[in-house]
């Protein structure tokens, strides 16, 4: 006899509790293999779906930085443009403050022009008509040094020498007029250099208003056109940043259902591995109960006599009756 006969024959008491153990049938649980299969193919579908949207969003999110980069250098030239426009903003101020300095320079020559030219004419009014034909003042001042010393160094008659005195006061008053006619003429080409002085300032002031008023026009057509460009920019960019916001927000909408997806995925998979749980364990009953009767069947047949071989002894410690 082997040990493992000796170890069942010495177990006295458990024949008479084999004896009454009632064989419980395993309960049968019903389930459906087509309802697991659909289960587990909405489970793959909803996977493919999670992965579909998240696919999108990480596409979506790709776009969303492209868009930021595009928006952000676009604003890096907005500000370049803006600031090189607010240099030629500047210069322009500054000329236009030159302008106005020489434009009240300007204003300035011509009221002395003005006054210059009416102190001119004045003087040139006041002078006599010079006859072309009238002897010169040294024609003059002879005919006087002639008549002067013929009165004194001649005997003359009476009626002769008042001639000669009445002569000698006409050339005196001729001479006389003629010097004041010739101061004034001095101080006529006097009045007229400073004239033609105070024309040529107006006309350097003017010039000077017309280079910086150019100029001024000239950094002003410049600024105008960098604001132009960089209001092309920023409209650029503005697009950029809708851009940006609708697929940001595209994004969002997509990682939302990705996670819904997720979130359901993890529910039917739990269905499943529930479903799959209860099969395994209601398999297990049935393959327990199978060896609970099958261990029964070996341990009558030695309670019958019958040599057991030693599967039937392991079989019978398996079921626990050793």
Known sequence: MTD????????DGSEEVVAETVETPVEE??????NLAELEKKRSAINADAEEHKRLRDDLNKQTKEWVAKRDALNAQVRELVEEAGKHREERDSLNQKVRESKALRDEANQKVSKLTEEFHAIKKEMPAHDKDAPSIKQLMKEFSDLENKQQTETLKKKEEEAIVKRLRELDQKITEIKKTQDQSGDLHEKYSELKEAKSEAEKCHKLVSEYAEKAQEEHDKMIALYEQADTLRKQADEAQAKFIECKKA?????????????TFHETDGAVAAIKNKQKSVRKKKTDAESKKAADDIFARFKNGEKLSTEDLMALQKSGYL
């Open 251 to 263: 994004a969002d909408e997509e990682h939302k259902k990705h996670i819904e997806q997720i979130k």
């Open 4 to 11: 493992l006969e000796e170890q069942i024959q010495q177990n």
């Open 29 to 34: 649980v019903q389930q459906d293999p087509a």
